[in-house]
């Protein structure tokens, strides 16, 4: 194991065997390539991963890809989020804040929006009916600039 203290929210490529390793976990090609595609490609769903590494690595398989997406977000390296307009969980690196999400609910686009507080949770029930509150998980929704676009087009153009 090394001893890592890297945290910058910038990690570059070389950075991902270092901190697979500083959690314990073995850098494979399969994992580096996961964490890669993710950093370049967030809120991917394991799908999307699996297709996209798959040329580079033919022996991956899409359960491979799960098991990966679920080692790495137990191991804190990936964020899991699931949304209400996507059938599937996604994944992204981006897990030092505590940031939400904002999702286009005609695409599906979605795009980070900073914690609204700053902190998780950032809101907080009036009864909790005793829970300990871990996070408020908040999803925006909305229509996207070019839906919005495409959907006056369509109005214009009924008779
Ligand atoms: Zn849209
Ligand atoms: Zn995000």
Same mark, same amino acid.
């Given at each position: 194991m090394t001893h890592s203290? /890297? %945290?910058?929210?910038?990690?570059? /490529? %070389?950075d991902w065997a270092q901190l697979l390793r500083g959690r314990g976990l073995r850098a494979t090609a399969q994992r580096m390539a996961v964490l890669e595609f993710l950093h370049d490609h967030?809120?991917?769903?394991a799908e999307t991963v699996f297709q996209a590494i798959r040329p580079a690595?033919?022996?991956?398989?899409l359960q491979a890809v799960h098991l990966i997406v679920q080692d790495l977000s137990g191991k804190g390296l990936i964020r899991r989020i699931s949304l209400p307009d996507s059938a599937s969980a996604r994944y992204e690196t981006r897990i030092e804040d505590n940031h939400h999400h904002i999702q286009c609910i005609h695409c599906g686009r979605i795009e980070d929006v900073d914690c609204v507080v700053g902190h998780a949770p950032c809101l907080e029930p009036?009864?909790?009916?005793?829970m300990r509150i871990i996070e408020a998980s908040i999803v925006f929704r909305g229509i996207c600039q070019d839906c919005d676009a495409l959907i006056n087009q369509q109005a214009k153009e009924k008779p």
């Open positions: 203290t /890297a %945290h910058d929210s910038h990690h570059h /490529a %070389h967030p809120h991917s769903d690595l033919p022996t991956v398989s009036d009864d909790t009916h005793g």
